[in-house]
């Protein structure tokens, strides 16, 4: 017993005099570019390989990305739950990070239950655990826009039904959407608007 212990020592010892140490700016680069090609089982590779230290302590948006979709895979939820509570992203990442603290909490439910879960389960689990605010400004999203876009398009709606280019840019800017997803929006409320008008006609009250 003594032996093998020995020889597991030595082993380890070995492994840490042929490890491989990146700078920072080499494994910033990595896991960018392993984020992108969402290669799931080169990030597991990585952060297997790498000791703690050398990733612990950063806070560059690439490698928490790439750390989060690593725990993700070892099914380390409350370890996600912690890092995306206790810092601070850019917004430009934040639909990225909800995604994965949906999934963690998706797959932590699911692993409970033994099953999947479907679209109405998944529905009250959004819920019940919103997001943190390091990653959420608090407004929901609807049809792919957010509640206070929503309130603006209608708002400007009241008042012209048919903006010309211009004013669909100045919307576009108050709203926080670009000039294509407004103009559709328009198209799309006027249509629906036609054919709830068609319907009231085709199927009077009292008849």
Known sequence: MAREQQQQQQQQVMIRQNHLAYTDEQLMCICETLCQAKDYPSICRLFDYLYPNEYLHSTHPSLMRARLLYLLMKCRFKEIYDLLSSSVFDSRYHEELQEIWWQAHYAELEQARCKPLGAVEKYRLRKKHPPPSTIWDGQE???????????????FYKENKYPSAEEKRVIAEKSGLNFLQVSNWFKNRRQREKFSHISDISHPSGR
């Open 141 to 155: 999203t609807i049809y792919s826009f957010k509640e206070n876009s929503r309130k603006q398009l209608k708002a």
